[in-house]
Each structure stands twice: as structure tokens, then as C-alpha cells.
């Protein structure tokens, strides 16, 4: 009777967190919040254009490649810098750096990392970054995203300059 009870509890115990956990998914996901894109080009955008452009102009995307050497470049300059004091507690330090660094980098030498970007959506900044026609740029107040077109863009800065 005993044995059965806590069976029973734990399985309501594993429920819960299972609960609360697909809870704090979906709270996650949806408290990203999307920037506000205002088109002032005459350039039709898609929605497609639109979805990547709402996720703002500070949105980090992930590298394709683990970046290697800039990661054994900082290690080392570190090691030099601790080397520098002098004194065998540092040179000891820059020892273990180094061999800590290059027993991670051993292990995550051929490491993918996943994209935060579908193919689609990389085609599509990629689109965007090579249009010469538009200029996207931050609002003046706010976090929005603007799309204005070059030539207007340009005028109005040369205006502002002048003016």
C-alpha cells in the first residue's frame, strides 16, 4: 500500500515538472519580442523580409565555424601577460592555461554550431545587405527598424549637414 502511494507521487512529482517546464518553454519563446519595422522606401518588402528585419538590428548571429583562432589568440595573449610578471606562480598559471585550453579545443576541434538562422532567413539578410537601393538603419528613438531609400536617405542627411 505504502509502495503504491509513492509510485503515485512520483509520478505526479515527474508530471509537474514536466509541466512546468513546457510552461517556461513557451513563456521563453514568446517573450522575445519582436522590433517594430517601419518601410519608408518605395521598395515593396515581403513578409519573409519583414520577419528577419523584426528581430532587430542588434540580433547576433550565430558563425558558422567555431572561431578557433581568435580563441587561441586570446588564450595566449593572456599566457604572455601572466608570463610577464615573472614570478614561477604566474609562468606556472600560463602553463595550466594553456594545457586547459588545449585539452578544450582538442574536444571541440570539429564542433557545429547550431544556427539560430534558417537557410532562408541567411538568403534573405544576405538579400538585403546586397540591395544598394534601400538603407536600413534604427530609428531615431525606440528600438524600430527603418527602411528609407538611398537616395532619400542621403539627401536628407546632406540637408541636415548643410542645414
Given amino acids: 500500500m505504502q509502495m503504491s502511494l509513492k509510485k503515485k ?6 508530471e509537474k515538472k514536466e509541466e512546468k ?5 513557451t513563456e521563453k519563446k514568446s517573450s522575445v519580442k519582436k ?9 515593396q518588402l515581403t513578409k519573409e523580409q ?3 528585419l523584426s528581430l532587430g538590428l542588434n540580433f547576433g548571429v550565430t558563425p558558422r565555424k567555431f572561431p578557433l583562432v581568435e580563441y587561441v589568440k ?12 615573472g ?3 604566474s609562468v606556472e598559471k600560463a602553463r595550466s592555461v594553456r594545457n ?3 585539452q578544450h579545443l582538442k574536444q571541440s576541434y ?9 537557410p532562408a532567413q541567411r538568403k534573405i539578410i544576405n538579400e538585403l545587405k546586397e540591395d544598394n537601393s534601400i538603407i536600413i538603419c534604427p530609428a531615431d528613438k525606440g528600438k524600430e527598424v527603418v527602411v528609407n531609400d538611398r537616395k532619400t536617405y542621403l539627401m536628407k542627411t546632406q540637408d541636415q549637414i548643410s542645414g
Avoid: G, H, P, W
Avoid at 9 to 14: A, E, N, R
Avoid at 74 to 82: D, K, S, T
Fill in 74 to 85: 586570446a588564450a595566449e595573449l593572456l599566457c604572455q601577460r601572466l608570463e610577464e610578471a
Fill in 110 to 118: 570539429k564542433m557545429t554550431i547550431k544556427s539560430n538562422l534558417t
Fill in 21 to 25: 517546464k513546457l510552461q517556461f518553454d
Fill in 100 to 102: 586547459l585550453v588545449f
Fill in 35 to 43: 522590433k517594430v519595422v517601419y518601410n519608408n522606401s518605395s521598395k
Fill in 9 to 14: 507521487f512520483d509520478k505526479l512529482k515527474q
Fill in 50 to 52: 519583414l520577419e528577419v
Fill in 87 to 89: 614570478d614561477s606562480e
